[in-house]
């Protein structure tokens, strides 16, 4: 400590862990991090579409939750089972953004779902949605979804 003292008072300049990092490192961290939480949804959206299970449960946090726009709430293996049974033929994803607070982070956006009837049709679904990821393990987890219809 003693030389900690004499470098200040020497006009030397001593950063501590944790203290006197400038604004824009940790702006870009955070930057950073967003791009990292909206990759992990983009992956999200491809197992979906693509009915990956293993790339679902690797997303989806244990303690998941979805609130549906039907007004359902269900789990994450409740909803693995149903993406699993869909017909999903693509899914166009606009009006995103990302805000990101130390180990949790918010995605707000709009979507487009389009699934494959049976009979050859196709039908769409207009949705706007918020999901928040928690940090584990140095991974982004999709921890909660809620979904509301839209009108266009």
């Known amino acids: 400590m003693k030389h900690l003292l004499l470098l200040a ?20 961290s955070i930057s950073n991090q967003e791009e990292i939480v909206l990759a992990t ?25 979805f609130n549906s726009n039907n007004g359902t709430t269900s789990g994450k293996e409740e909803l693995i089972k149903n993406v ?21 982070a918010v995605v707000l956006g709009t979507t487009e779902l389009r699934f494959a009837s ?19 393990q140095g991974q982004w987890r999709l921890l909660a979804l809620h979904m509301a219809k839209r009108s266009l």
């Open 41 to 65: 949804e983009d992956e999200y959206v491809a197992a979906e579409i693509n009915r990956d299970e293993a790339s679902l449960r690797r997303i989806l946090d244990d303690r998941f939750v």
């Open 118 to 136: 049976d009979d050859g049709d196709e039908t769409t679904s207009l949705l706007r949605y918020t999901a928040t990821y928690v940090l584990r």
């Open 9 to 28: 008072a020497l006009g030397g300049t001593v950063l501590l862990p944790g203290c006197g990092k400038p604004d824009s490192l940790a702006e870009d």
């Open 84 to 104: 699993l049974s869909w017909n999903m033929t693509g899914q166009e994803i606009t009006e995103r953004s990302a805000v990101v607070a130390d180990d949790t």
